[in-house]
């Protein structure tokens, strides 16, 4: 769509503001909002300015003029706001040059596919990201020099089967990890769901299925059809927006934090991925899994750069709390055929060549969309090009091998840090084609040690209380 074409779409649906929504680092929406009269066709040329100092990561207070351009493709009408809003989603540039800013995640990504083509492997790159989550009903949170605590809640939480509830407790409360998948009454959750698949599907995303996910107190899961890299990234912000939103209209709240809850299953990302070109699927092939040599060669760029991918697809220190070995989620880089203990599984999809793709388990929801996509990209291109061999499958529950065994099968980092100092060491597959510049890569992990890692390695947690106070 051009920029005449969205306006007259505005126009058409009686839109009376204009929200400009851009990605920060971190992958969280920042937006601004401007009246109608204000959106013009050289708005698409020249931007709008705002202060970059105010984002976290981003331009210090001496050079801090920035501009956000939207993109006409991208126009929507907001479903939340009372006054009927126009939304664009934005491309974040420097005012002087109009050239995109190197920390703008959805450039990252953009640059990511320009790379992917001009190297002649594909010209599409398809992402199914499939985003689990929490719906609960209370969150209450605090940290001081002196105490700190967390408290979730949810009316389906287990630990509620003996709460007074005005003597209305009705039980049908999923037990730790059996909420996949009873149904009514067990599943509270079904109606919330429901809603929030139709409010996707207004915006055009086509909705395949929803469901609890394996976690008591409100685990969720709703998968959307894959898409094209940058169209997934900026649908899986929209799905973020729209679930949080939709949860809040209910007096919810949702976190896509990954591990939440002690003892229950965390929430990942798993990321379905192929390669295309004029049409064709070139994941599928005669080799291991119905799968191509090119997608072996580039499963082989995953597993060889994982550990330096975790500083992008487990980028909290909350990640590694999911990311422990012999539990829900998968630690060993291995890969497998249908195997959902491996970090990447070739899914059982048939003899359509065009459904054949891999699905990698490792990443998380924290993660910015925008980043993710475009390491785990350039991995496997960095697998392609330089045929890296993936070694031999692993058909075998990885859960249950034995010691001996399971320590020769390489792991991911088991820590944010240690994920970051192997992104230190091994980048340069990221900065082929100017992708992620030096000065992205400085500052994400700067800003990961010094705005997350140190400040939760300063502070006492409740559980070093009961360990060590009498010490």
């Given at each position: ?53 105010s ?5 210090g207070?001496?050079?801090?003029d ?95 089967t ?63 059809q ?54 064709k ?107 890296i ?5 692993l ?34 597959f ?7 510049s ?16 140190r ?13 060590y106070?009498?010490?």
């Amino acid at each position: 769509m051009k920029s005449q074409e969205a306006m007259q779409f505005v126009r058409d649906r009686g839109a009376k503001m204009v929200n400009l929504k851009f990605c920060d680092l971190v992958g969280t929406w920042q937006h601004l909002t401007v009246p109608l009269s204000q959106l013009t066709v050289e708005c698409f040329e020249q931007g709008f300015g705002f202060d970059g100092s105010s984002i976290r990561g981003w331009r210090g207070i001496e050079e801090s003029d920035m501009i956000i351009m939207p993109d006409p493709a991208t126009v929507c009408i907001d479903p939340f706001m009372e006054t009927p809003t126009a939304s664009f989603i934005c491309d974040v540039c420097l005012p002087d040059s109009h050239a995109s800013y190197i920390r703008d995640p959805r450039g990252v990504v953009k640059k990511a596919l320009a790379y992917m083509q001009s190297t002649g492997i594909a010209d599409t790159a398809y992402f199914g990201p499939e985003a689990e989550f929490f719906i609960f009903d209370d969150v209450r949170y605090e940290q001081t020099s002196n105490s700190g605590f967390y408290v979730v809640d949810s009316d389906e939480g287990v630990w509620n089967t003996g709460r007074e509830e005005g003597g209305k407790n009705l039980g049908y409360k999923p037990r730790s990890k059996e909420g996949y998948f009873p149904a009514l009454p067990v599943d509270s959750m079904h109606d919330l769901r429901t809603e929030i698949c139709l409010e996707m599907e207004k915006m055009g995303m086509a909705v395949e299925r929803h469901h609890h996910e394996v976690a008591s107190a409100g685990q969720a899961e709703i998968n959307f059809q894959y898409d094209s890299a940058l169209n997934m990234g900026d649908k899986m912000m929209w799905f973020k927006y729209i679930v949080k939103n939709v949860a809040r209209r209910h007096g919810k709240t949702v976190t896509f934090m990954p591990k939440p809850i002690f003892g229950d299953n965390g929430s990942g990302m798993h990321m379905h991925l192929s390669l295309w070109k004029d049409g064709k699927n070139l994941f599928a092939g005669n080799k291991y899994a119905g799968l191509s040599e090119m997608a072996l060669h580039f499963i082989g760029g995953i597993l060889k750069h994982a550990p330096a991918l975790c500083g992008f697809i487990n980028p909290s220190t909350n990640s590694y709390k999911r990311l422990v070995p012999g539990f829900e989620a998968p630690t060993k880089l291995a890969y497998s055929f249908k195997n959902r203990s491996a970090a990447i599984r070739i899914p059982n999809s048939g003899p359509n060549p065009k459904a054949k793709r891999i699905e990698f388990r490792t990443p998380d929801p924290s993660a910015n969309i925008y980043l993710a996509e475009a390491a785990i990209l350039m991995a496997g291109l960095d697998g392609i090009l330089n045929k890296i061999n993936p070694g031999d499958p692993l058909d075998k529950d990885i859960y249950g091998l034995p010691p001996e065994e399971a320590a020769r099968i390489p792991s991911v980092p088991g820590t944010l840090e240690e994920s970051l100092d192997q992104l230190r060491e091994d980048n340069s597959f990221l900065k082929k084609g100017d992708v992620f510049s030096q000065d992205l890569l400085d500052t994400w992990i700067n800003y990961k040690i010094d705005k997350e890692i140190r400040p939760v390695q300063q502070r006492p947690v409740p559980y070093e209380f009961h360990l060590y106070y009498d010490c």
